[in-house]
């Protein structure tokens, strides 16, 4: 079963939190100093796995960032970049064709810019143009690089004041990321693994993932990104409370078109009440249609620990998916075919 894992990919799922102990010296070595007295807004730009980074520090920051943050997934930029702008610049590969359009169209607006990636085209310009550039360790896939994406950035936000309160002393995180890897690690662990058993649930399903705004938003996403590229699955997600003034009323088509279907609801123990009484109340008109729902729950204290306990459970998830269905989870011929055919194009 496991000889599918051609790329060793479970070896990057054990040692993430070798991504956060080199934050500190990522962010040293990079040497930026931000003006942060003149930055009113804060643009990220980035696609796929290192866009997701962006929509994560909204959401783990959302109630500590003291300026507005956007993440931009377009070929353009904002009009309303100015000097009083902090672009930050994402590419793991340094050659995104979309994020490296949207740079263009900020480059002579007076900017504070700061680049996020490996190498490629951006960190060339990066160089050339004395942007800050945190430059990433190479030999990772995108969507395995988000810690050593995420925490730098953390970090970098966090010590330039524009966010309030951050974890600057992250020992206690790593500890908690690395038991949870544990956790999941079959068969070294013995026993119940309860990211192998889900992923066998899922198994001939079409996953449905819900989470909860604001810290959780992005959690859900991630998961179903990670299904579709690690799992070789379709998967579908949506975010609670916006999903109870639209998606609900989706519930009331004929059950027959439901059978395929299963809802994960992705949760805290304690979300703001109302949303506690959607949940519930969602997850009723759900079971009704005869459709299973599986509840999983964020472990650890802090909204960091929280977060980061459920995103890499779909991780862990989604890998186990990929060795059920025989498939490498490294492996994404769908989308190295359209890169190879848009370059056609060019």
Same mark, same amino acid.
């Given at each position: 079963?496991?000889?599918?894992?051609?790329?060793?990919?479970?070896?990057?799922?054990?040692?993430?939190?070798?991504?956060?102990?080199?934050? *500190?010296? $990522?962010?040293?070595?990079?040497?930026?100093?931000?003006?942060?007295?003149?930055?009113?807004?804060?643009?990220?730009?980035?696609?796929?796995?290192?866009?997701?980074?962006?929509?994560?520090?909204?959401?783990?920051?959302?109630?500590?960032?003291?300026?507005?943050?956007?993440?931009?997934?377009?070929?353009?930029?904002?009009?309303?970049?100015?000097?009083?702008? $902090?672009?930050?610049?994402?590419?793991?590969?340094?050659?995104?064709?979309?994020?490296?359009?949207?740079?263009?169209?900020?480059?002579?607006?007076?900017?504070?810019?700061?680049?996020?990636?490996?190498?490629?085209?951006?960190?060339?310009?990066?160089?050339?143009?004395?942007?800050?550039?945190? =430059?990433?360790?190479?030999?990772?896939?995108?969507?395995?690089?988000?810690?050593?994406?995420?925490?730098?950035?953390?970090?970098?936000?966090?010590?330039?004041?524009?966010?309030?309160?951050? =974890?600057?002393?992250?020992?206690?995180?790593?500890?908690?990321?690395?038991?949870?890897?544990?956790?999941?690690?079959?068969?070294?662990?013995?026993?119940?693994?309860?990211?192998?058993?889900?992923?066998?649930?899922?198994?001939?399903?079409?996953?449905?993932?819900?989470?909860?705004?604001?810290?959780?938003?992005?959690?859900?996403?991630?998961?179903?990104?990670?299904?579709?590229?690690?799992?070789?699955?379709?998967?579908?997600?949506?975010?609670?409370?916006?999903?109870?003034?639209?998606?609900?009323?989706?519930? =009331?088509?004929?059950? =027959?078109?439901?059978?395929?279907?299963?809802?994960?609801?992705?949760?805290?123990?304690?979300?703001?009440?109302?949303?506690?009484?959607?949940?519930?109340? *969602?997850?009723?008109?759900?079971?009704?249609?005869?459709?299973?729902?599986?509840?999983?729950?964020?472990?650890?204290?802090?909204?960091?620990?929280?977060?980061?306990?459920? $995103?890499?459970?779909?991780?862990?998830?989604?890998?186990?998916?990929?060795?059920?269905?025989?498939?490498?989870?490294?492996?994404?011929?769908?989308?190295?075919?359209?890169?190879?055919?848009?370059?056609?194009?060019?």
């Amino acid at each position: 079963m496991y000889s599918v894992d051609k790329t060793g990919y479970k070896k990057v799922l054990l040692h993430f939190h070798e991504q956060v102990e080199q934050s *500190s010296a $990522l962010l040293s070595k990079s040497n930026i100093s931000l003006d942060s007295a003149r930055i009113k807004n804060i643009l990220y730009f980035g696609m796929g796995g290192s866009g997701i980074v962006g929509d994560l520090i909204h959401d783990v920051l959302f109630d500590e960032l003291t300026v507005p943050f956007q993440v931009v997934r377009s070929y353009l930029a904002p009009a309303f970049c100015s000097k009083e702008t $902090l672009v930050i610049v994402s590419s793991y590969s340094g050659n995104t064709e979309e994020t490296l359009s949207a740079l263009e169209g900020v480059k002579e607006s007076g900017a504070q810019i700061v680049a996020l990636t490996s190498g490629g085209k951006l960190a060339e310009l990066a160089k050339a143009n004395n942007w800050g550039l945190i =430059e990433l360790p190479t030999g990772f896939m995108p969507r395995q690089a988000l810690g050593v994406m995420f925490f730098p950035l953390y970090r970098l936000l966090g010590e330039s004041g524009l966010s309030k309160n951050y =974890e600057a002393d992250l020992n206690s995180f790593i500890k908690f990321i690395k038991n949870l890897a544990k956790q999941n690690d079959y068969p070294s662990k013995t026993g119940h693994v309860f990211s192998m058993d889900l992923a066998r649930t899922i198994q001939n399903k079409i996953p449905v993932i819900y989470s909860t705004a604001p810290y959780l938003k992005t959690i859900s996403t991630r998961w179903q990104n990670q299904m579709h590229e690690n799992g070789k699955s379709l998967a579908f997600r949506n975010v609670l409370p916006e999903m109870n003034h639209n998606e609900i009323v989706g519930w =009331e088509m004929d059950a =027959e078109q439901l059978k395929n279907l299963i809802v994960i609801f992705l949760e805290n123990e304690d979300p703001h009440p109302r949303i506690r009484q959607r949940i519930a109340l *969602s997850k009723k008109i759900i079971k009704n249609r005869g459709v299973q729902v599986v509840d999983i729950y964020s472990k650890g204290s802090t909204v960091l620990e929280k977060v980061f306990s459920l $995103l890499l459970m779909g991780d862990w998830v989604s890998y186990y998916l990929a060795l059920a269905y025989k498939k490498d989870p490294a492996d994404i011929k769908n989308i190295d075919f359209l890169k190879e055919e848009m370059a056609k194009l060019d």
